[in-house]
């Protein structure tokens, strides 16, 4: 019985010093490492995060780009980070993609953080240029699968989100086309434009003013449901390839081991930052949508998002680097 209640007196002690480290939370200014440089997404939504969580946690909330190795430096850092909550990190889908197309990386992607909330999402285009002749997904099927091996789609670069998208897309449909990489996403839309290559899978920030000028043709988004963006943009599920899915996201992290209270309190914080109004619009006229979500709910989605990348790489013998 003494056994039980020393035991038990021990975890009231923890759990009154995990409220006591939430309450006291945060001590000195946070720090919201990026490892990339600024303008692109995890940046973004970082930055908007920060100004308002500097607001209501009553400390400085800054942003400190470093970029290096395709987000593996920055993100490392934060991995070796002291677990305290004032060092976190904002990523983006290439978090999910690295451990598919890097041999050897310096942290585990999933046992090396806790999730605090997913930030925001954006969707896919499917696009193509309109000499190509065809304004459905069916059609653009249906000519891929009467050419096989002739129809090339555009990416930036191997290995990148936009890459995986057309492999999703390829090994989805069943059709066999050849991909190119550039050196980046405008790189790759100009050669859409131009009609050197019949398809690209792109943001939709990156591709829709191209769509809406009429360079390109929007087929179909590769979100679940309909961009609330775009609803006329029927989803590439809908149109003949049922459970197809991708997308670019956001998220936000912290180093494992971080206490829960403090992580609970970071969820409650930010979640409410990504609903209010201005934050939302802003998010939208980037062609994205927050998405927050419990702390459990996006360690399970990034863990799902590994191991589909996972396969869709062997499939396309992507190999390590």
Do not use: C
Request: glycine share 8%.
């Amino acid at each position: 019985m003494r056994h039980f209640l020393v035991l038990g007196w021990f975890a009231l002690g923890l759990a009154a010093v995990s409220s006591a480290s939430a309450q006291s939370y945060p001590s000195r200014p946070i720090r919201i490492v990026i490892g990339f440089t600024p303008g692109g997404q995890p940046d973004i939504y970082a930055r908007l995060i920060a100004a308002k969580l500097t607001e209501s946690l009553h400390q400085q909330v800054v942003v400190d780009n470093r970029p290096g190795a395709g987000g593996v430096i920055g993100t490392q850092l934060v991995a070796d980070a002291s677990p305290d909550g004032h060092t976190l990190l904002s990523v983006s889908s290439a978090h999910a993609i690295s451990p598919a197309v890097r041999a050897k990386l310096p942290y585990d992607t999933l046992k090396g953080f806790a999730g605090i909330t997913m930030t925001a999402t954006a969707t896919y285009l499917l696009v193509v240029p309109p000499a190509l002749g065809i304004k459905t997904v069916q059609e653009f099927i249906a000519l891929a699968k009467a050419k096989p091996g002739q129809l090339n789609f555009s990416s930036a670069g191997t290995g990148s989100g936009t890459h995986f998208a057309g492999e999703m897309l390829k090994q989805s449909a069943n059709i066999d086309v050849v991909h190119v990489p550039y050196k980046g996403i405008p790189e790759s839309l100009t050669d859409a434009v131009a009609g050197r290559v019949q398809f690209t899978m792109a943001p939709i920030a990156s591709s829709v003013t191209l769509v809406k000028e009429g360079r390109l043709r929007a087929l179909g988004v590769s979100s679940k449901q309909r961009s609330s963006i775009y609803p006329d943009i029927p989803t590439i599920a809908e149109s003949g390839l049922p459970g197809f899915e991708w997308g670019s996201w956001g998220a936000l992290l912290a180093p494992a081991k971080t206490p829960r209270s403090i992580i609970n309190k970071l969820n409650r914080e930010v979640t409410r930052i990504l609903l209010l109004p201005d934050v939302e619009q802003r998010l939208r006229a980037l062609g994205a949508e927050p998405v927050p979500t419990t702390p459990a709910q996006l360690d399970k989605f990034i863990a799902e998002q590994v191991r589909v990348i996972a396969q869709l790489a062997k499939k396309a013998a992507i190999e390590p680097q």
